[in-house]
């Protein structure tokens, strides 16, 4: 009797509480959804295969998503402003043919004459979308088609083989048993993410996208914002072409082709929007690796290649609409 009185005196939950609940869990699951899908693939693929735990297979997938690991960190930024940039596969492949073509040079040659050409295609990138208003995805999709032609046209349509000697730790070294390319993603995503954190510009990077016109109102330069952004994206391209270039040897214009999808597939998985305004770097580093994590088990498994690409356009596809339903109800 007493029990039955205490049940019918507390009072229920009001609507205002309910809905500050589901906002709480919405906010959490906005916040580290990406992380528990992450933890519950790898436990998934822990189970699913003995040999993905071997310390030479962790170390392979470190080493397969670096270079797309870089890009992606690079696209997070131009992601965040609300644009796009369609080229990074293009500055890649253009880029390794720099660094292969310049193989004699000695290696800070090499470095600063790759990197400044990456500087350059963004800083063009930039200059058409916020001088010229052309939509990221027009502009960026013909400098891809036109660096590709360029790259075409410089080699003959051959690959040039060969690659700084001096430079080839960056594709081929290892540190501690740790391939160096992966911990050139590992030092690119932290300092990209103290960037965006810490500094005057992350916070107009994050303000641009989310609300351009106001950003413009309170004081920000929002085209020297969106073009730093882009160039950011070409530096960090073109040192991904380095390092595929030094890991294989060779510098080939169609070695960046699809690159820039599987980036952008990247920053999408890891929450970031691709209308702007909200993500982050962290969450990119976990969609690169929750990428590479599920191309290794289907590999693992021997599932045909085919079916590869079919299970993971279905897993990118259900990671954004799920994100997209928890972000309207945070």
Do not use: W
Not at 70 to 79: E, H, P, R
Not at 82 to 87: E, F, K, P, R, V
Not at 253 to 264: F, P, S
Not at 294 to 315: M, R
Request: include cysteine; proline fraction near 3%; glycine fraction near 12%.
């Amino acid at each position: 009797m007493t029990m039955s009185l205490i049940a019918k005196d507390k009072p229920a939950p009001t609507i205002s509480e309910r809905h500050v609940r589901r906002s709480a869990l919405a906010l959490f699951l906005e916040r580290y959804g990406i992380l528990l899908v992450f933890m519950a693939l790898f436990i998934a693929a822990s189970v699913a295969s003995p040999h993905f735990l071997s310390a030479g297979n962790l170390l392979n997938v470190a080493r397969q998503v670096a270079i797309i690991g870089v890009l992606s960190v690079g696209m997070t930024f131009v992601i965040l402003t609300g644009g796009i940039d369609l080229s990074v596969g293009s500055v890649l492949a253009v880029a390794a043919l720099c660094a292969a073509a310049l193989k004699s040079y000695p290696s800070v040659v090499v470095l600063v004459a790759v990197l400044l050409l990456g500087a350059a295609c963004g800083l063009v990138n930039g200059t058409i979308v916020t001088r010229g208003r052309v939509q990221p995805f027009i502009t960026t999709l013909g400098t891809m088609t036109i660096l590709i032609g360029l790259g075409l046209t410089a080699s003959g349509g051959e690959p040039i083989l060969g690659a700084p000697k001096s430079l080839v730790f960056l594709g081929r070294g290892q540190f501690a048993g740790v391939p160096v390319q992966a911990i050139l993603f590992a030092i690119v995503a932290a300092l990209a993410g103290l960037l965006l954190k810490i500094t005057r510009f992350g916070r107009h990077v994050y303000a641009v996208g989310g609300n351009e016109e106001a950003s413009r109102l309170s004081g920000v330069s929002v085209d020297r914002v969106k073009v730093m952004v882009y160039m950011i994206a070409g530096v960090l391209a073109a040192l991904g072409g380095l390092i595929m270039a030094e890991h294989l040897n060779v510098g080939e214009a169609n070695l960046g082709k699809g690159l820039e999808l599987d980036a952008i597939a990247a920053v999408v998985v890891g929450g970031t929007s691709l209308s702007g305004g909200r993500g982050g770097v962290g969450g990119t580093v976990i969609g690169v690796l929750l990428i590479g994590v599920l191309n290794n088990l289907l590999n693992l498994l021997d599932v045909p290649a085919y079916t590869q690409l079919v299970l993971k356009g279905c897993i990118i596809i259900s990671a954004v609409l799920i994100q997209e339903r928890v972000s309207r109800k945070a």
